[in-house]
Nanobody, 119 residues
Framework: QVRLVESGGGLVQTGGSLRLTCIAS????????VAWYRQAPGKQRELVAG???????TYPDSVRGRFTIFRDHIENTVYLEMNKLKPDDTAVYYC?????????????WGQGTQVTVSS
């Protein structure tokens, strides 16, 4: 059974930092298709960090320079370091992994971890 388990969310003040962790079981992050998404109330889920096929981290403009995604291949874990947090970063953060390189490939999601940034 594949499981992705996120942790590390919480309440933080504006300008603070958090590190999210995603640990996988039942599957190995062999590909660079692991990513972090977030979903704020009333908004669509959006990508906040991922990797290109060559393994280069990629970010949207909204978080570039503040968020860092990195992996521990041995521990089969992916992290999201978040700095200079803003109230707009408040959301449930999800780890995902697409187990293949086609659109038909299965995508696995964690249960999410809440991040709340107070002003």
């Amino acid at each position: 059974q594949v499981r992705l388990v996120e942790s590390g969310g919480g309440l933080v003040q504006t300008g603070g930092s958090l590190r999210l962790t995603c640990i996988a079981s039942g599957i190995v992050f062999r590909l660079n298709t692991v990513a972090w998404y977030r979903q704020a109330p009333g908004k669509q889920r959006e990508l906040v960090a991922g990797f290109t096929r060559s393994g280069t981290p990629t970010y949207p403009d909204s978080v570039r320079g503040r968020f860092t995604i990195f992996r521990d291949h041995i521990e089969n874990t992916v992290y999201l370091e978040m700095n200079k947090l803003k109230p707009d970063d408040t959301a449930v953060y999800y780890c995902s992994y697409r187990a293949g390189l086609t659109v038909e490939s299965p995508i696995y999601w964690g249960q999410g971890t809440q991040v709340t940034v107070s002003s």
